[in-house]
């Protein structure tokens, strides 16, 4: 989120760029042609400034840094997920959790069997050690 605080008529002339998805007063949102079409050129060695500045915006309006840090997260998109990850919310999809086990190898059932057995071996040790030492510490009251 940027520090910027676009002001009501920013926000109208931002608005009326076709290269703008929404404006809030503190975010942009580009549209995804627009953010293809930037990476597409910066690949062919056009500068962020430039690209933005082509695009319609107002570099003193939007802040200086602005383009060149939007462009290298779309870069990582683009690499990462090809144009197709303009179009869709990646928000939230992260870790599902544990990982599933249904595609494990017989092998490496049989690896996470033998490790769970020694865990509850040693565990096992453990509480008959403790209940040994109640026993001794019931005895001397």
Same mark, same amino acid.
């Given at each position: 989120?940027?520090?910027? #605080? +676009? %002001? @009501?008529?920013?926000?109208?002339?931002?608005?009326?760029?076709?290269?703008? !998805?929404?404006? $809030?007063?503190?975010?942009?949102?580009?549209?995804?042609?627009?953010?293809?079409?930037?990476?597409?050129?910066?690949?062919?060695?056009?500068?962020?400034?430039? #690209? +933005? %500045? @082509?695009?319609?915006?107002?570099?003193?309006?939007?802040?200086?840094?602005? !383009?060149?840090? $939007?462009?290298?997260?779309?870069?990582?998109?683009?690499?990462?997920?090809?144009?197709?990850?303009?179009?869709?919310?990646?928000?939230?999809?992260?870790?599902?959790?544990?990982?599933?086990?249904?595609?494990?190898?017989?092998?490496?059932?049989?690896?996470? !069997?033998?490790?769970?057995?020694?865990?509850?071996?040693?565990?096992?040790?453990?509480?008959?050690?403790?209940?040994?030492?109640?026993?001794?510490?019931?005895?001397?009251?």
């Amino acid at each position: 989120m940027s520090k910027i #605080i +676009f %002001s @009501e008529h920013q926000q109208r002339v931002l608005e009326t760029n076709p290269n703008v !998805a929404s404006v $809030s007063d503190r975010a942009i949102q580009y549209t995804p042609a627009f953010k293809i079409h930037a990476v597409k050129e910066y690949q062919t060695g056009k500068s962020p400034a430039q #690209i +933005f %500045s @082509e695009g319609g915006f107002d570099l003193t309006v939007i802040g200086s840094k602005k !383009a060149t840090s $939007s462009l290298n997260r779309w870069q990582a998109t683009f690499r990462t997920y090809g144009e197709e990850g303009f179009f869709e919310e990646r928000r939230g999809k992260g870790s599902s959790g544990r990982p599933s086990t249904k595609d494990l190898s017989a092998e490496k059932k049989l690896e996470k !069997a033998e490790a769970r057995i020694k865990y509850l071996e040693a565990e096992n040790e453990l509480l008959k050690k403790l209940e040994a030492l109640e026993r001794q510490a019931k005895k001397r009251i």
